[in-house]
């Protein structure tokens, strides 16, 4: 990154539309200057910026003088939590879990909702899995709730025309990006199949489950992936969505 960038979290620099384009847009550098200067985000893949150091995001600093001066170093805002699944039969752990990847947002005046869990395999952007529901309202959510991708998925259900509940009707989808723009996919407009079941949303954390076979964007990318045992466990950045109480004990 050419000079310096203000301290800023990733939920001010990632809008919630972007954040479900493109994993790689939600790794924000975040480092430290006077008031002057202008707010850069992530440099892309493989330019020469690297990531030296992460931060949970309750742990980022104020943006006072003396921890402008001590947050000298580019920071990763990481939330906390678990992402793991196995493809084609290679247990994977990623455990770099970005706050701009992983939200449930409700925006009341479109009606746009969407809940979004993601995480990369190291510091680096890529690769990336990313588990995706739009057209979902995580806290009206009746759980557990799975949502199908493929001929007998939600694609086609008809839009609700409750104010309360997400204009569109939900759309799941898996994707996996060895690196940039290298995608493999299930979803409803790049095929493949696949299942996502959310078990469980206390506070602000998310439980559930996925599967499915990934077709890739381009048939030079090579075979079709298999999913099996993905898993997740994670902290959401909430945008609009209420935090859901915990049961209490019977």
């Not at 939330?79 to 793991?84: A, C, D, I, V, W």
């Amino acid at each position: 990154m050419s000079g310096t960038a203000r301290l800023r979290y990733a939920a001010d620099v990632i809008a919630p539309c972007r954040a479900c384009s493109s994993f790689a847009a939600s790794f924000v550098l975040l480092s430290a200057c006077g008031d002057a200067a202008k707010t850069q985000d992530a440099p892309a893949a493989g330019a020469d910026a690297k990531v030296v150091s992460r931060v949970a995001v309750e742990d980022v600093p104020e943006h006072s003088a003396a921890a402008m001066a001590e947050a000298d170093k580019p920071q990763l805002v990481t939330t906390r939590g678990s992402l793991s699944a196995t493809l084609n039969g290679h247990a994977l752990q990623f455990e770099t879990l970005t706050t701009g990847a992983n939200a449930a947002v409700w925006a009341p005046a479109t009606r746009v909702a969407r809940v979004m869990v993601g995480g990369s395999d190291g510091d680096e952007a890529f690769p990336a899995l990313r588990v995706l529901l739009e057209g979902v309202r995580l806290d009206k959510l009746e759980l557990p709730a799975t949502f199908t991708i493929g001929p007998k998925g939600d694609a086609k259900a008809e839009a609700s025309k409750d104010p309360e509940r997400p204009l569109s009707p939900p759309r799941p989808r898996i994707v996996y990006e060895i690196e940039a723009r290298k995608i493999w996919e299930a979803g409803p407009d790049r095929g493949g199949s696949g299942t996502i079941t959310i078990e469980a949303f206390e506070g602000k954390r998310i439980r559930g489950t996925f599967a499915g076979k990934l077709e890739p964007h381009s048939s030079a990318f090579g075979p079709p992936i298999e999913i099996t045992d993905g898993r997740f466990e994670v902290d959401l950045r909430l945008n609009g969505v209420e935090p859901r109480t915990p049961a209490g004990p019977p």
